[in-house]
């Protein structure tokens, strides 16, 4: 057994009296990527400075090793063996791209025909080479984004921290990053991972936790959480509102919207059930003027668990819903 990459016991961290992480607990593999999502405000970031040993957590917390070394005790052993990639960008816009580059080979202390070999390799790797000699002001946002972390590759860190690295990005470069992310783990590259988008964890991940109101409201894979939410549903329109009322007394089980003349029937998406729902219309002779399958996604976990603190970034009421506690027993 391999000691785990990244190992946090009831992490805390309070500023002043408010509470922003209120004793989580999180395990990472070695060479997987485990993805922490959560509303703005949530925490994420806080999560991240913490283990990469940029902001101390309270004195509170339990053990936290990170790369096998203790972070209290041992925070340059830590800091060694990790790169971060933050959220916001650590480019210097006033010079190339490969100055930035050898920049953080002198960091990292590499010889200089070293630093200059693996720059030159970076580039070449996030498609930079051309535009390496140009001031990084001059790089578009995905540009800017993928120097970043060529520059966090540098010191050829095995686990890595990425905050939010497609934020803004558009959905071809966002497609990129995931390459060059899961190229990472295949190298063996442990990732830490913090995104606003679901289906960036959804198509990432192999563990993600939720978090809210400083806890971690779910963590499972994307599959497990997904199981966690009911949504699934046939949704069926008509024009005809003579139709309509006849499906919907057709049909058991149905949630109506009378205005737009759609019916809702709780379904897996499975042959089976469609059928039913298929076969009981035909039996009575209805027609639906559209149909379609709703499978539980991401979204839906995410708002299911997060309710309306979302909009406010501030953790205020914890808004309870059914799933979350249902999460916690099934997940925690
Ligand atoms: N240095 C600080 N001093 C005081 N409060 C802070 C500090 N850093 C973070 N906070 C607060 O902690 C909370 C969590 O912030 P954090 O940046 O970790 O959230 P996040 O989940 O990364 O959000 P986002 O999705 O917007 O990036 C916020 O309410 C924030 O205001
Ligand atoms: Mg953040």
Known sequence: MTDPAIAANGLRKSY?????????????????????????GAGKTTAVNILSTLVSPDPASGAIRVGG???????????????????????????????????MADLHHLPRSEGRRVTAELLERFDLTDAA???????????KRRLDIAMTLVGSPRIIFLDEPTTGLDPRSRHT??????????????????????E?????????????????????????????VPGGHVRLRFTDPHAYRSAASALHDVARDDEALALQIPSDGSQRELRAVLDRLDTAGIEADELTVHTPDLDDVF????????????????????????????VR
């Open 69 to 103: 070394h203790d972070l209290g005790a041992d925070p340059q052993a830590v800091r060694a063996g990790i790169g971060v990639t933050g959220q916001f960008s650590a480019v210097d816009g006033l010079i190339t791209g490969e100055e930035n580059m050898l920049l």
């Open 16 to 40: 002043g009296d408010k509470v922003v992480l209120d004793g989580i607990d999180l395990v990472v593999p070695e060479g997987t990527i485990f993805s922490l999502l959560g509303p703005n």
């Open 200 to 228: 960036e964890a959804d198509q990432l991940a192999d563990r993600i936790a939720v978090l809210n109101n400083g806890r971690i409201a779910a963590e499972g894979s994307a599959e497990e959480l997904k199981r966690l």
């Open 133 to 143: 000699k140009k001031p990084a002001s001059s790089y578009s946002g995905g540009m």
């Open 303 to 330: 708002f299911a668990l997060t309710g309306s603190a979302a909009d406010t970034g501030t953790a205020g009421v914890p808004s309870q819903t059914t799933a979350s506690d249902q999460t916690k027993e099934n």
């Open 177 to 198: 990053m995931w390459q060059i992310i899961r190229e990472l783990v295949t190298g063996g590259v442990t990732v830490f991972l913090t995104t606003q988008y679901l």
